[in-house]
């Protein structure tokens, strides 16, 4: 992917392409969601509970995608398992 970023950038005359390896994509997703208020915000608080840092997230009416460091995937996905009762 990072190859087909920077020939993307060179190709637009970019002046610069930042990166960082070390993160993960953690999503939840399901048609459920979209009744339910509140999802995304008891997602983040059980994430910063366990001092998990959020660098970005992105929700629609299905899904809640957080991009955390790559270190915490597993806490990660095992915080929103238990919180979110899946």
Do not use: F, P, W, Y
């Amino acid at each position: 992917a990072l190859e087909i970023l920077q020939s993307v950038a060179k190709e637009i005359e970019a002046n610069d392409l930042i990166h960082d390896l070390g993160v993960c994509k953690v999503s939840v997703i399901g048609v459920g969601m979209r009744n339910q208020s509140g999802v995304a915000g008891t997602a983040c608080r059980a994430l910063t509970a366990e001092t998990i840092n959020i660098m970005m997230s992105s929700t629609s009416e299905i899904k809640i995608s957080c991009v955390l460091e790559e270190q915490a995937l597993e806490l990660g996905v095992r915080t929103l398992h238990e919180d979110l009762e899946l």
